[in-house]
């Protein structure tokens, strides 16, 4: 057993705080205008990169360095560890005035640890689609300055991509559809994950409407039972530790699926209706990529591919400052 000695709190300028919702639905306080922040989320860097204020990130997690392609500062960031674990001893030595994390990881341990730092805890997820608007405008309102007319001009974009295509979908027949998640088990997305949520405004009629909950094992009788017209596969592929190339890796995994024994009646496989999702995409704020690239995948003759590119394109142009895409 050994002690750590952490720094106390700075005692310069007296700080500003604000009172704001976080993603637990509770009443919190945290530093207004934070210079230092630590971002235990790709989805929260993501944010604040959109609002204008990937600067102010000191420290970040090695799962979210890995996403250099879409943010390339966190290249310069100190790795605090695991998003799950962070290491408290780097995040003392950082001082920051704030730290996002999920609503659930790390563990209600975690406001007590930061608590005797003096250091901000604010829970975001910016995961589940119907909350982002909600989650992105809070985040804006603690950030100030420029960020809340970017969250404004970003949601209000948003917003329009969704009406524009449930104004396409609106009298179109509904295929059946079931969610799999990137697993050696067999997980069936829910009715409270993002990924249900996409395939729903994307046209769909997703059968696992009545699993309360992000996910659930269920037998491969099951899915023959429920005979989805479409079966989509999700993998987040900036995460994994793959030989294969993103290609072959979703090559294998949709000849995984079209391959199981006892499937074969199973009307998403009789039609090869079988596809894999980039699941980066299906929670925070570009889940329109996910929404449009199901779409056209049900409907490839109101959808085409190169919409889902060109709206990409703009997203990282437009909102995200990037001087050409990709």
Do not use: C
Request: hydrophobic letters at 40%; charged letters at 30%.
């Amino acid at each position: 057993m050994y002690l750590v000695a952490y720094p106390a709190p700075s005692k310069g300028e007296e700080k500003e705080y604000i009172t704001v919702e976080d993603s637990l639905k509770r009443r919190i306080i945290v530093p207004k205008n934070p210079q230092k922040i630590v971002a235990l989320t790709a989805t929260s860097a993501e944010v604040l990169r959109l609002l204008g204020y990937i600067d102010r990130v000191v420290g970040t997690t090695i799962f979210v360095k890995t996403r250099e392609d879409i943010i390339p500062e966190v290249k310069d960031m100190t790795n605090v560890g695991r998003g799950f674990v962070p290491n408290l001893e780097i995040i003392a030595k950082l001082n920051p005035d704030l730290v996002i994390a999920w609503s659930d990881n790390p563990g209600p341990e975690l406001e007590g640890q930061l608590k005797v730092l003096g250091i901000g805890l604010l829970r975001l997820d910016f995961i589940l689609p119907w909350e982002l608007e909600r989650e992105t405008l809070i985040l804006a309102e603690v950030m100030g300055g420029q960020a809340p007319e970017r969250a404004k001009e970003f949601l209000s974009w948003n917003k329009n991509l969704e009406n524009r295509l449930q104004n396409l979908i609106l009298e179109k027949p509904k295929p059946t559809v079931l969610v799999e998640h990137y697993s050696e088990r067999l997980l069936i997305a829910g009715n409270q994950s993002a990924s249900y949520y996409t395939t729903v405004m994307a046209g769909g009629d997703n059968l696992a409407k009545n699993i309360d909950r992000k996910s659930a094992e269920v037998d491969s009788e099951w899915v023959v039972r429920e005979n989805p017209e479409f079966i989509i596969k999700l993998v987040m592929f900036l995460s994994l530790e793959e030989r294969r190339s993103p290609k072959d890796l979703m090559e294998y995994l949709r000849s995984d699926v079209l391959n199981r024994p006892g499937w074969e009646d199973v009307k998403a496989i009789k039609d090869r209706r079988v596809y894999v999702l980039d699941a980066d995409t299906s929670g925070g704020p570009r889940n329109f990529t996910s929404i449009y690239q199901v779409a056209h995948w049900f409907y490839p003759d109101l959808v085409r591919e190169d919409e889902v590119e060109k709206l990409e394109k703009e997203y990282f142009e437009r909102f995200q400052g990037f001087a050409s895409w990709p």
